[in-house]
């Protein structure tokens, strides 16, 4: 089940074309000239501001801005058995704990992205390269599976060929689950070698052609559902949270050691001294954004462990109002987040690594109206109108890429929720077809 990339990727458009978006909840119209070619997208918006919002263009970026999509592998790939892959801890997971995922949906049953290529216009692709592909074991011992590296090595040189440049993740979620069995997985040091081991076949193997690389996507994700509330593997319930000083100043903050005291693990001075300074940018995946409310007397019946540590709860509403609009959507978040981080952690190169928005997924509605999402079109540009604003007040945000590419497995919730700008057909052969967002994308990016 070897790939042949044969003319993957191709251009979406080949005639300019008059698209009509309609965004339901609108009271006002505007309309919005793509940014080149011609294209003009008529959206219905709620309100003259929101209006002004959406009319940032993509030549108001820098001219080095790398526009892109996301996707990683357990999503989207399927083929959970192809060319030797071994099983990861997900894979194990979902097969193990009935109702973990929403409508029990099946975990290896993927978008079969691995024996399949799509249609981009872009200019970055990120993707993930799962771990229990390259070594199956987990282990650089156990040997290094040549037919996925001969699988990537054409998918990049594919990419490149059509002008788009890869942007890797090391490890997304998808840890393999020998390592978990053999000693615990990302709580044994072992865990350090092994990811060093398998970074390094990365490096040396694709390393020539890819020169932008994502460690590990989610860690305070990854920590949190994993070892604290157990709604993704290992399914642990323990206090495990991270934060970027560390990564920036070589320790934990001064809050978070009077709060969490013995339990939270030192760094040695030679460790330290290794992780100051030691990336080379940070990834922030934004989708929306809420309330913190003081916790001065934390419940540990009605709080999570790492709520109780803060002194402080996460909150959707406040008084019963929702930050943002009713979906949550609220794009000043970004940017305050990024402006926080160009002042606490002394202005570093940021990509917004994802941000998007789904829909929930209806068999029942007609073709016509679920590839008509026009309020994908308007969250972006809203979105990106907040990156351009930041940029402009000092912010080295270098690249922002859309989640998803299309419709994926959403862990938790599997298959509920419709991120991709091509819709998927799960009951036809995972036919896919582009929606509204993908073509108003592609046209975006043709800069005049």
Request: aromatic fraction near 14%; glycine fraction near 8%.
């Amino acid at each position: 089940m070897t790939l042949s990339p044969s003319n993957w990727p191709k251009k979406l458009f080949t005639s300019t074309t008059v698209i009509h978006v309609l965004v339901f909840l609108s009271v006002a119209s505007s309309t919005l000239e793509a940014a080149a070619g011609g294209s003009t997208f008529e959206l219905e918006l709620p309100d003259a501001a929101q209006s002004e919002e959406i009319k940032v263009k993509s030549t108001d970026f820098p001219g080095d801005f790398v526009f892109g999509v996301a996707t990683s592998a357990a999503q989207t790939e399927g083929a959970p058995k192809a060319d030797g892959k071994g099983q990861s801890v997900w894979e194990y997971f979902a097969a193990h704990f009935p109702g973990i995922v929403k409508d029990n949906t099946k975990f290896p049953d993927g978008i079969d992205s691995y024996n399949r290529y799509m249609d981009l216009g872009v200019g970055s692709y990120r993707f993930s390269i799962p771990w229990t592909r390259i070594l199956p074991s987990g282990a650089l011992s156990g040997g290094v599976n040549q037919k996925a590296v001969d699988h990537y090595n054409s998918l990049i040189n594919e990419l490149i060929k059509n002008g788009i440049k890869p942007s890797v993740t090391i490890l997304h979620f998808d840890l393999p689950q020998a390592l978990e069995e053999k000693y615990g997985g990302y709580l044994n040091r072992s865990f350090v070698n092994d990811f060093r081991d398998y970074s390094d076949v990365l490096f040396k193997t694709f390393g020539d052609r890819v020169k932008h690389w994502v460690t590990i996507n989610e860690p305070k994700v990854l920590a949190l559902y994993g070892y604290e509330n157990g709604w993704a593997p290992p399914g642990c319930t323990r206090r495990s949270i991270r934060f970027t000083e560390p990564l920036v100043f070589g320790d934990y903050p001064k809050s978070m050691k009077e709060s969490v005291k013995e339990r939270l693990p030192a760094f040695t001075e030679e460790e330290k001294t290794a992780l100051t300074g030691s990336f080379d940018f940070l990834g922030i995946n934004y989708y929306l954004s809420g309330f913190a409310r003081n916790e001065p007397n934390p419940s540990p019946e009605a709080m999570l462990p790492h709520e109780i540590d803060a002194k402080a709860s996460d909150q959707v509403a406040k008084n019963g109002v929702v930050l943002g609009n009713p979906l949550g959507s609220y794009p000043e978040g970004l940017q305050k987040l990024l402006e926080y981080t160009k002042t606490k952690y002394q202005n570093p190169n940021i990509y917004i690594a994802e941000n998007g928005v789904g829909g929930f997924r209806n068999d029942t509605m007609p073709l016509e109206v679920v590839l008509n999402d026009g309020f994908k079109i308007v969250y972006i540009l809203r979105h990106l109108n907040a990156i351009s604003k930041a940029i402009k007040n000092g912010v080295k945000v270098k690249g922002y890429y859309i989640w998803t590419l299309l419709d994926d497995f959403e862990w938790g919730t599997g298959l509920m929720f419709q991120y991709g700008l091509y819709n998927i057909d799960f009951n036809d052969n995972f036919k896919r077809m582009p929606r509204l967002s993908a073509k108003w994308y592609q046209a975006y990016l043709q800069k005049t």
